[in-house]
């Protein structure tokens, strides 16, 4: 059974950080590329960053570049968003995506609120 299990959403004040996790089962982890995906109220989804599975090559939307940092381990399953100089604009649920090309898997999301 396949499952991402996201966590370390929160609230959090303008200029803070959080560190969001996504562990995964059930699929071979190094064998997919990764994603954060977000979703604000009222707007589509959209990606925020990716890393591929073997070389760890990432990209990020031009949004959160400098302030994001997408990271793995394939030896705990595991992706990581390292979130710095958080931004309401940043407010949304975010959601971990694993891509296999013929698969692609959603996590249920968590929760990220910038506010004062």
């Known amino acids: 059974q396949v499952q991402l299990v996201e966590s370390g959403g929160g609230l959090v004040q303008p200029g803070g950080s959080l560190r969001l996790s996504c562990v995964a089962s059930?699929?071979?982890?190094?064998?997919?590329?990764m994603s954060w995906y977000r979703q604000a109220p009222g707007k589509e989804r959209e990606l925020v960053a990716v890393i591929t599975g073997t070389s760890g090559s990432t990209n990020y939307a031009d949004s959160v570049k400098g302030r994001f940092t997408i990271s793995r381990s394939n030896a705990k399953n595991t992706v990581y968003l390292q979130m710095n100089s958080l931004k309401p604009e940043d407010t949304a649920v975010y959601y971990c995506n694993a891509d296999g090309g013929s698969w692609v898997y959603w996590g249920q999301g968590t929760q990220v609120t910038v506010s004062s």
């Open positions: 059930g699929f071979t982890f190094s064998n997919y590329a």
